[in-house]
């Protein structure tokens, strides 16, 4: 990966989730434009990359953040080196792929936070409502999210980041 321009592009997310987000806020219930590249990052780039790239990506959320430093790095990183695991049983150019990819990882992701959230902290709502409407609602919400970011990432894609080859026999007497 060229990590130059993965950090350009980290800086960026980061800025627009802390920025933009508040604004798209439907009630109680963000996009996370961070977990969509993260989501893109683990489809596209090598396994370990992924892994690297989403920690750092969640520690810079994490220090914009007011939660305990590491949620978010550790989250992201468990998301991407998941998300690479199954990669090679998908469809990895498609948008219906990263949609849904993106989806269940928002689920998943959702779900870890909020029962982080409930025993640890005291919470304030019913444990049903706030499945539906953090967990469900947000995952949603950030699967339509990569609905309109797909096409921009996958333009910028060669430019910052190295494609892997499809197949494994693809890199078979490449010279280095």
């Not at 990895?92 to 990263?98: E, G, N, Y």
């Not at 928002?106 to 709502?125: F, K, M, N, Q, S």
């Amino acid at each position: 990966m060229r990590w130059i321009g993965f950090v350009v592009v980290a800086a960026v997310v980061v800025t627009l989730q802390a920025s933009l987000a508040p604004w798209l806020a439907i009630g109680h219930v963000r996009p996370d434009g961070c977990l969509v590249f993260v989501v893109f990052l683990g489809l596209r780039v090598r396994g370990g990359d992924a892994g690297i790239g989403a920690f750092f990506l969640g520690l810079a959320g994490d220090l914009m953040s007011i939660e305990r430093i590491g949620l978010l790095a550790v989250s992201y990183m468990l998301i991407a080196l998941l998300v690479s695991m199954v990669k090679e049983f998908l469809f990895r150019q498609r948008l219906a792929t990263f949609v849904l990819v993106t989806l269940v990882a928002g689920v998943i992701l959702r779900l870890t936070w909020l029962l982080y959230r409930h025993l640890l902290y005291d919470p304030g709502e019913r444990l049903a409502t706030a499945l539906i409407n953090d967990v469900l609602g947000g995952a949603i919400y950030s699967a339509l999210l990569a609905i309109l970011t797909f096409g921009v990432l996958v333009r910028m894609a060669p430019v910052f980041w190295q494609e892997i080859p499809r197949y494994a026999q693809a890199t078979r007497n490449r010279l280095v």
